[in-house]
């Protein structure tokens, strides 16, 4: 048995880390929606602030948009020239992926400043790469409501987790110390 643990005291290590990490940061994020009580920013800050810059990006775009809080659950109603599309919910404003995503990159650990750095931009990249997620959600459900359990189910969610996985890639290759350059 002790031969095993030393064989892979590497994975042990990650897989440990991880956990640890991925727990601890998501008791975190737990607690802070657990104090969020909606009274000055409805749901939730983060969620709040998801639709007031996916609602200027549509703007942009030349929608004209109303996120409305929902009157029956915790969500802001997306409304797109007078036509309720969607809603963003807690689970659309990317934390539980930044939190994976940190875990990966902490347990499978780099430099300090590498590490730290890294994880500052991922989180941006993530974050910005939601919103878009989101305006081009809208805007495929605007366009094309026929195609909505596709572009929500399969297409989007792929952005999402199709960046965190080039993150991780770029990350184990080129910074983490098992990366050979």
């Known amino acids: 048995m002790k031969g095993l643990f030393i064989k892979y005291k590497a994975v042990i290590k990650f897989i440990f880390t991880f956990l640890v990490v991925y727990i601890g940061l998501s008791l975190l994020y737990s607690w802070y929606l657990d104090v ?5 920013y409805y749901p939730d800050f983060i969620t709040n602030l998801v639709s ?5 990006l549509l703007e942009l775009f030349g929608y004209n948009v109303e996120m409305l809080p929902h009157p029956n659950e915790p969500s802001m109603k ?3 020239n007078d036509k309720y599309l969607a809603r963003i919910i807690e ?8 939190i994976l995503f940190m875990s990966f990159i902490i347990a499978f650990t780099g430099k300090m400043k590498s590490t730290i750095t890294f994880v500052a931009l991922g989180i941006v990249l993530i974050y910005v790469a939601n919103l878009l997620r989101i305006v081009l959600l809208s805007m495929g459900l605007y366009h094309y409501p026929e195609y909505k359990h596709v572009l929500h189910t399969v297409v989007f969610p ?8 080039l993150l991780w890639f770029v990350w184990v290759n080129k910074f983490s110390k098992r990366s050979k350059g």
């Not at 969020?36 to 000055?40: L, P, V």
């Not at 007031?52 to 200027?56: C, E, F, N």
């Not at 689970?91 to 930044?98: A, E, F, K, Q």
């Open 158 to 165: 792929a952005i999402i987790y199709g960046m965190v996985f």
């Open 78 to 80: 997306v409304v797109v």
């Open 91 to 98: 689970g659309c404003n990317s934390m539980s992926v930044i």
């Open 36 to 40: 969020s009580d909606g009274s000055k």
């Open 52 to 56: 007031i810059q996916s609602d200027w």
